[in-house]
């Protein structure tokens, strides 16, 4: 079974063929990062903009990459939600565009579901259930996977999500957007000097890093001038982080009785993050390699073959649904 991926949720422009839910034939990302980095951030307008001069070529580069015709797809695969309503209404219109002139049955997507499934484009087989730390730049959310399409929400940020709050820290420190792979490579080789608090929340599954953050922000005002303090500021931001992420997952994975845990989305590319959640775990845990971690729609193609074969078909009417929650 072929599915056609289609993702534009976001400033990423993706299409790809997978077969049987877990075989890549083609992953192919037109990435917006050099537009919006003069903005310091996703500018949305300029983002559904985008999308419409990369779709079609985007779409087609994956079909040839995959050297198959659309005689050779079962289904269209597209993220409905959550994301920015602009940039999922160009993936969705030009799926149901397909889908009605190749007379094929297509699948909406939850954009948060889709990155679980990057695990089982890994080659990794996740026994359930299986806790997913899914952590991008604007979700952190705690994730009981019963089964497929099972999923029980345990957990979320309580404002910024833990990409948002590193694209937040590369601003304060004067890094540079994306913020997540500039803090990674500024703390690489740096020692955690600072204290910065930690967010707990005690008794509960929920994240918060605004806190974190405004605390860096002070910490910037009161140290500018100390030797290597960009650095050392970086790399106690991201311990920070990095150690909440990790022991609140591994206590609630513990919980909840999990047999996997399974990392996902764009911080799940963090190199500390994998280190310190895998040295520190008594559950095996999972990750999708790195190129999977962002936006891609390999991921959404794989979810859409799970859907598929448990029945779940939409119906063209389908809509963007930009706050789709994943329950």
Request: hydrophobic share 45%.
């Amino acid at each position: 079974m072929k599915i056609l991926g289609i993702e534009t949720s976001c400033d990423d422009t993706a299409a790809a063929v997978v077969e049987d839910g877990t075989t890549i034939l083609s992953n192919v990302v037109a990435s917006q990062i050099d537009i919006h980095c003069r903005y310091g951030g996703i500018v949305p307008e300029v983002a559904s903009r985008q999308h419409l001069f990369s779709i079609l070529p985007v779409i087609e580069s994956a079909m040839s990459n995959a050297r198959i015709g659309w005689s050779d797809i079962n289904a269209i695969a597209v993220t409905n939600g959550p994301g920015l309503a602009g940039s999922l209404l160009v993936g969705i219109n030009i799926a149901k565009s397909i889908a009605l002139a190749h007379n094929l049955p297509q699948i909406g997507i939850n954009h948060l579901e889709g990155h679980i499934y990057a695990n089982w484009l890994a080659g990794y087989r996740p026994e359930f259930p299986s806790l997913c730390l899914i952590v991008s730049g604007g979700h952190s959310d705690l994730v009981l996977m019963k089964d497929h399409g099972k999923f029980e929400k345990l957990g979320q940020t309580r404002d910024d999500a833990a990409g948002e709050a590193f694209d937040k820290a590369a601003r304060i420190l004067g890094l540079g957007y994306p913020g997540g792979p500039a803090i990674e490579k500024a703390a690489q080789n740096a020692y955690p000097a600072f204290p910065l608090p930690r967010a707990w929340l005690k008794g509960t599954d929920d994240f918060s890093f605004s806190g974190l953050k405004t605390a860096l922000l002070h910490l910037v005002g009161n140290n500018t001038a100390a030797t290597d303090f960009t650095a050392q500021a970086a790399a106690s931001f991201q311990l920070a982080v990095v150690e909440v992420l990790s022991i609140k997952t591994i206590e609630t994975a513990k919980r909840t009785r999990a047999k996997h845990i399974l990392v996902c989305g764009g911080v799940a590319a963090n190199r500390a993050l994998r280190k310190y959640i895998t040295d520190y775990s008594p559950i095996p845990v999972l990750f999708p390699p790195p190129f999977l971690c962002t936006d891609n729609a390999a991921m959404i193609a794989a979810c859409g073959y799970f859907r598929l074969m448990q029945g779940r078909i939409s119906h063209y009417e389908i809509d963007v649904i930009p706050n789709l929650s994943l329950n």
